[in-house]
């Protein structure tokens, strides 16, 4: 059997981090197998769709390196076939058309409700004379579905489970106006797509036994099913705002790498010993479903931040330079060139690309500096007088970082301090605050021009 798996978002707001783990664990479970994953748009909700949330959802997937293996498909376009299978379910007996009415529908939950049932359609029309049907009434298509015995799925995740057939009512797989339902167009969607494995959260469990209904009415083969819990938040319910970021734009704005995002989506609900680092080739050829839980997973941002700390740290500087430019809003050539030169120490220190541009900001800054209150503290009138000394000894070195450094070493030996005595204040006039990668790779980065300019703004100052 080929393996076939598909990812199918509703574009009704932004691609959830629930959605896009459900999408990676299918594109990674159709590479373990050599087969194919597809991505089908399933945008009936013309009420709350829209087009730039199905382009966000398609950009942020791109984003994270979740490739369809061909054009998605959009199931607005599959109006016509969801009605053919309808009508071929009305013709062989395994479908009928239902003539109730709102009204009625809204008083046979409203009694069964009274009477102390579940709000279950009860079957009017099933075996009623379609000649009795109403005048003016555009019925809907029901299933004709089982009323004994049970419906059973073997999940690959969740195990067996299953229903009575008596808890589930005729469900309507096309309406009055000819639309397609969810249920049923899913159902004739997957068929065609030949999907071999469902791979979805666990909140479509139920679903899942109306669909197979449909599949078994169809005399169709229906694919394997794999419900995965859903995340939680730390407090163990659904995750929501409240929480912190859901959406995928959220943590793209937040400054987290694809790579480690994914990495750690992978490690929320599959385990596979005791890696914290798993590149995206390594998790193809360690995935499958065996390694899915069953209990909720449970969203923890600190741990996801560390790991994207760990991912920035083997990032490539040139890659890492052009987001923070990117973040700085710069252009200029010049302040390019001077993160480059700086990057290997300043994503030592970031765990976040926004710490990364926030650390690197400096470097773009014009001069004279703002001074943050702890920098300007530091810079005592006994500190601004040492800063005019420590100039003119930098200004004899070739300002690489080991000329600076032997300078500086030199210069606090002559005066009787020690090094870190001298980096303080002169850190405090190169960047405006009091951290920065190390002070001779800070100045060598800066360059000669640059540096002695904010050193003399200082002692000016």
Known sequence: MTVRTRFAPSPTGLLHIGGVRTALFN?????????????????TDRARGKPEYTQG?????????????????????????????????????????????????????????????????DGTWRDRDPAEAPAGVSPAIRLRCPQSGETLVRDLVQGEVRVANAELDDLIILRGDGSPTYLHAVVVDDHDMEISHVIRGDDHLTNTFRQVQIFAA?????????HIPLIHGADGAKLSKRHGAV????????????????????????????????????????????????????????????????????????????????RLGEVSGLVEGRVRALMPGLKERARTLVELADNAAFLARMRPLAMEPKAAALLTEEARAMLGRVAGALAATDFTACGVDAALRAFAETEARKLGQVAQPLRAALTGGTTSPGIDATLAALGRTESLARIADAVGG
């Not at 594109?27 to 945008?43: M, V």
């Not at 899915?292 to 969203?299: L, P, Q």
């Not at 996801?304 to 430019?325: E, F, K």
């Open 218 to 226: 169809m005399g169709w083969d229906r694919p394997e099913f794999a």
């Open 247 to 326: 959406g995928v734009p959220e943590f793209r704005a937040q400054g987290f790498l694809p790579e480690a995002l994914g990495n750690y989506l992978l490690r929320l609900g599959w385990g596979h010993g005791d890696d914290e680092i798993i590149p995206r080739d390594e998790a193809i050829r360690l995935f499958d479903l065996d390694g899915v839980g069953r209990a909720a997973s449970r969203m923890d941002y600190a741990k996801l931040t560390h790991l994207n700390g760990v991912y920035i740290r083997q990032t490539d500087d040139r890659r890492l330079a052009t987001d923070v430019m990117d």
């Open 27 to 43: 594109y990674l479970f159709s590479r373990h197998h050599g087969g194919a994953f597809l991505i089908r748009i399933e945008d």
């Open 57 to 121: 959802i398609l950009d942020d997937l791109a984003w994270m390196g979740i490739a369809p293996d061909a054009p998605p498909v959009f199931q607005s376009a599959r109006a016509a076939r969801h009605a053919e299978v309808a009508m071929a379910l009305l013709a062989s007996g395994h479908a009928y058309r239902c003539y109730c009415t709102p009204d009625e529908l809204r008083a046979m939950r409203e009694r069964a409700t009274a009477e102390g049932r579940p709000p279950r359609y």
